[in-house]
């Protein structure tokens, strides 16, 4: 059963003439466990679609899903409050707060739970475990690197233990190697089961995902492009590198959707 | 990690903001709390001073009345052919309910004797009541013992009377033990003896013409007290001196009512230097809200967590407030009451006043800066990077 279906979603800002389409009439539906990247130019839609998802950008027609909930027939706090229940949000340029300490930008979501400190402090710290920043528990943003910073975005948004996680533009501000081990442990997430939907404009990055939604001008032009027909496109055309490469491929159009 | 602790490390990041609000804060409570600790001591100094100068209630013979002044206040009436209070009687003004606020009590005895031809009015009187009843009496030589007399400036000239001088009043002969330096008052056309003498000389044994009452009405109305002494005395006429009490209710209730202007002024500009500060700090945060917003936190969460900001100030600067108010106010007090400082008594209710007035400016003052990071669209606010 799918786990979030977006249904006719329509965004758009101002009104008549001068009325701009960010999304115009995108239907998706995504199982859960997958790991869906969305791909697209800028200014296609992709991230107003991830804030969408996110309960942050309510749609000018149309609704969404997620776990049989809809989203948008919800309050506003009660927007906030399924933010904190069902999703992890990482954000781009990571969006640290400057002045609390790694554990206390991880513990965050944390501050307004209800549970004991030291209960906190063990998912605070179960958390960094699996991200690997043990040992940088009490050092500020401004102290660490970017690849750790990311890693500090991604900790804070699974601390929670939140079954969807949507990341936008994860490796955005990351070198080559460093945007290789965050992919890795988003990998890893889904591995055990959580829902990640990702909006990326890196090639590298998308490979990592089962299946890529490319938008473009609002609309959706191609979706559900399967890890299965990637590795038959690989071994039909005899390529031997691992599957990152591939998304080039993707990107220049080369490769069947369907 | 909780809401308090974002608060608390917001603060200690923007120290200089967090002092600028502490500072604003601190001067306007600190200002309230010294003028209304110095007025406080300022008036009791004046109640002190004014209770000092002499009787605030006079008690009479209930009679018909001729209009008479003693003191150059108009008095309603006295009149010395009619019946006398007796003295026994006036002990009751002790058991009434404000006794503690008499601060002295002088009967009188009045009657008009001959002396060298001369008409002169002689005043028998308590001289230990008249330490009290009138602080202004300087005398030149000595208090009278029994058939001695001392006489108003006035009077020794007129009667070409000077100490150890010799007169005879209905045959009674009596010795001037003293001179009264010139008051300015009627006191200074009288003469002057103890009460018992007078008694004597007028034939009036337990009685008194009039009675005068220095009353510290600081702490309860005049009126009340001229109740309870007529309550006690119905025989006789109870009056305050409502020129002496009105003028100094009136004084220091103008002083008040300009402390409180000034001091509402100042409360003013700090809740604004408040507001403008927050608002300041709520636009450079737009970030931060909106991640907190995007995290799951509620409106109330973040209206939360600037009161939270907004409380720990203002209750430090409450508490620093009231400490540098009250130094304040004992260093002017120093300076303004020269010949009797007086003192700036702690008051309890004061201090927790100042706390919680300094709270609840904080408090009123961010409501609007937090509403408005509430609203803060978590959208729109991390789009804005």
């Known amino acids: 059963m799918s786990y979030i279906i977006g249904n006719n979603l329509v965004k758009k800002y101002g009104e008549g003439e001068i009325a701009v389409s960010a999304i115009d009439g995108i239907n998706f539906e995504i199982e859960e466990g997958e790991f869906v990247g969305i791909m697209g130019e800028s200014g296609s839609g992709k991230s107003t679609l991830l804030g969408m998802m996110g309960a942050m950008n309510a749609p000018t027609s149309g609704s969404l899903m997620v776990d049989d909930i809809d989203i948008y027939s919800l309050s506003q706090e009660q927007r906030a409050d399924f933010r904190r229940e069902f999703l992890g949000f990482v954000f781009q340029s990571f969006h640290l707060v400057s002045y609390l300490t790694v554990v206390e930008n991880i513990m965050l979501p944390l501050a307004i739970i209800k549970a004991g ?33 990311e890693r500090v975005a991604v900790a804070r948004a699974i601390v929670n233990e939140p079954p969807v996680l949507l990341a936008d533009e ?7 190697k460093t945007s290789h081990d965050v992919m890795e442990l988003l990998h890893g997430l889904n591995d055990e089961g959580m829902t990640i939907v990702m909006v990326t404009h890196s090639p590298d990055c998308a490979g990592y995902a089962r299946r890529i939604m490319r938008v473009a001008d609002g609309k959706l032009v191609d979706d559900n492009v399967k890890l299965r027909s990637l590795k038959r496109w690989q071994k039909k055309e005899k390529i031997k590198e691992p599957f990152p490469r591939q998304s080039q491929a993707i990107v220049a159009g080369s490769l069947p959707t369907g | ?73 108009a008095l309603g009436g006295v009149s010395f052919e009619m019946k006398e209070i007796q003295e026994i009687e006036l002990a009751r003004v002790k058991t009434i309910k ?16 001959s002396v060298d031809s001369h008409k002169v009015l002689m005043a028998g009187v308590d001289f230990k009541a008249a330490e009290i009843l009138k602080p202004w009496w300087h005398v030149q030589g000595a208090v009278p013992e029994e058939n001695e007399v001392i006489l108003g400036a006035e009077a ?86 409502q020129q002496i009490v009105k003028s100094r209710m ?7 009512k300009f402390s409180y202007g000034i001091s509402g002024v100042i409360l003013l500009i700090g809740s604004l230097v408040v507001l403008v500060t927050m608002m300041g700090s709520v636009r450079e945060r737009t970030d931060e809200i909106g991640i907190f917003r995007a995290i799951g936190f509620r409106k109330g969460h973040i209206m939360k967590i600037i009161f939270m900001e907004a409380s720990i100030v203002s209750g430090l600067a409450g508490i620093i407030g009231y400490f540098t108010g009250f130094g304040a106010a004992r260093a002017a007090l120093f300076i303004f009451t020269e010949n009797h400082p007086g003192d700036v ?39 804005s990077l």
Not at chain 1, 135 to 146: E, F, T
Not at chain 2, 25 to 41: C, E, H, K, P, R
């Open chain 1, 117 to 149: 400190k030291k209960k906190k402090r063990a998912m605070a710290e179960a958390a960094m475990h699996q991200v690997g920043l043990s040992g940088k528990a009490h050092r500020l943003p401004s102290q660490i690197s970017g690849g750790e910073k």
């Open chain 1, 170 to 176: 994860p490796t955005g501000n990351l070198d080559t």
């Open chain 2, 1 to 73: 990690m909780t809401l308090k602790t974002i608060s608390i490390k917001n603060l200690l990041r923007r120290k200089g903001k967090a002092g600028f609000i502490l500072a604003g804060l601190v001067i306007g409570v600190s200002t309230v709390v010294g003028i209304m600790a110095f007025v406080d001591a300022m008036a009791n100094d004046i109640n002190h001073k004014l209770e000092k100068y002499g009787a605030n209630i006079l008690i009479v013979p209930r009679t018909e009345n001729l209009a008479l002044s003693y003191g150059g206040l």
């Open chain 2, 98 to 113: 404000n006794a503690r606020n008499v601060a002295a009590l002088g009967p009188l005895v009045l009657g008009v004797v």
């Open chain 2, 156 to 241: 020794a000239r007129i009667l070409n009377l000077s100490i150890d001088d010799k007169i005879t009043i209905k045959d009674k002969k009596l010795v001037v033990s003293g001179v009264l330096q010139p008051t300015g008052s009627q006191d200074d056309q009288l003469i002057f003896t103890r009460l018992v003498t007078a008694q004597t000389i007028f034939n009036k044994s337990g009685k008194i013409s009039m009675a005068e009452v220095a009353a510290l009405c600081k702490d309860c109305p005049i009126d009340s007290m001229v109740k309870q002494i007529s309550d006690v005395l119905p025989g006789a006429k109870v009056m305050a001196i």
């Open chain 2, 250 to 256: 009136e004084t220091l209730a103008q002083f008040k």
């Open chain 2, 345 to 383: 008594p702690f008051r309890f209710e004061l201090a927790v006043g100042a706390v919680v007035a300094a709270l609840m400016l904080g408090l009123i003052s961010s409501a609007y800066p937090a509403f408005m990071a509430s609203r803060l669209d978590p959208n729109e606010a991390l789009r």
